[in-house]
């Protein structure tokens, strides 16, 4: 158990590191013309069972005045007694910049 958690911690780590931003806007704010992805990993242990989610959400500029904002859930768990997994959720999400580009 504890080499899976080191396992996911590792790539949490790595994932989160090769995420682009630029100096000039701050990734985080919705409305920055950057693209950014982060990524994560939550563990529970259910006495026995265990249950994985992971997330991976961020945002792409398609051009200068389109951004398009994504979230992806994926979970993994064996409460049942047998492995399950699935996707949760996927969301898209268009931005557009009327006065950005030329």
Known sequence: MKTKIITH???LIIG???SLSYAQENAS???AAV???DLRVQYFDLDGSDRTDYWADGAYMATPKLKLKYEL???DTDV??????GF???HLKPI????QGE
């Not at 049942?80 to 997994?85: F, L, N, P, R, V």
């Not at 557009?96 to 006065?99: A, C, G, N, R």
């Open 80 to 85: 049942t007694g047998s492995s399950e997994s």
């Open 29 to 31: 704010n919705p409305l």
């Open 16 to 18: 989160t590191g090769t």
């Open 35 to 37: 693209n950014n992805t």
């Open 96 to 99: 557009y910049f009327p006065t």
């Open 88 to 90: 949760e959720t996927f």
């Open 9 to 11: 911690t590792v790539a």
């Open 73 to 75: 859930h994926y979970w």
